[in-house]
């Protein structure tokens, strides 16, 4: 008892898992997407082609969505908040020079992240080609974050949010976070509110099950109040897995 006390105890302080994954290209290399999203794409259509026992029914439609581990780590096919994100950038490098680095980032959620060896898995069946485009793979780096909360006198959201009500968008992914990836944070109890704020649509991700378009608002929130430092990694919202809902703040002296 006192062992499985200590383990939820852990898990309540670093509940997510990053990956980082760090590869050079020897000959250079050009893509003609966005090579955050791309790799995230092949990575939860890697995980598909392993998980899914029913592959000519849609994942909404199918009779045992609620047994497969796909459909439950990708937030219930994308509809609500995945447990793998990555860290996109939507004005990220699309060619690089020889010998040149690329860092990919990616994050695992509560319970998923005793999946994150599906990242080497990956990396080692693509036999060191990339979309087309050879590869060398460096390393690949894990690291439970360390939550803490911090004092904010300002937030700055840079990509979509789904919602001017930053609040309501914060508590709705962090109770399904909860409920269904088994983690402990807080809510908000104060009522934060963009300003300045404009509507904008990001990258589209095209998934083999799912179509993302990231659309919302982004803008400022200027206020006092706690945070928890892990959404400064992976961002606020439905659109946080692809790199949606990033925040930037100003911290209390």
Known sequence: MEKKIICLDLLKFNMIKK????????????????????????????????????????CNECSQCKECRYYLMTGEN??????????SDMFGKSHFGKNEQKRFE???????????????????????????????????????????NMNCDKLVFSTPLENKNVSEVYNKMVAYYNE??????????????????????????????????????????????SLNSDFLEIGVGKYNCVGGGQIEITTNV
């Not at 994308?78 to 860290?87: A, D, M, N, S, T």
């Not at 959620?109 to 590869?135: A, E, M, P, T």
């Open 19 to 58: 990956v980082e994954v760090l590869i050079s290209f020897p000959m250079g290399a050009k893509f003609r997407e966005n090579l955050d999203l791309s790799i995230y794409r092949k990575l939860m259509n890697f995980i598909y082609d392993l998980s899914c026992f029913n592959s000519m029914t849609k």
């Open 78 to 87: 994308f509809r609500f908040y995945p447990g793998i994100l990555v860290k």
């Open 106 to 148: 990616f994050y695992f959620i509560g319970n998923n992240k005793s999946y994150s060896d599906y990242v080497d898995l990956l990396f080692s069946n693509l036999n060191q080609s990339l979309f087309g485009n050879f590869f060398y793979l460096i390393k690949i780096t894990k690291t439970d974050l360390n939550s803490k």
């Open 180 to 225: 269904h990836y088994e983690t402990a944070y807080e809510f908000f109890s104060s009522d934060l509110q963009l300003e300045n704020c404009r509507y904008v649509e990001g990258v589209s991700a095209f998934m083999k099950t799912k179509k993302i378009y990231p659309k919302g608002f982004i803008g400022c929130v200027n206020k006092s109040f």
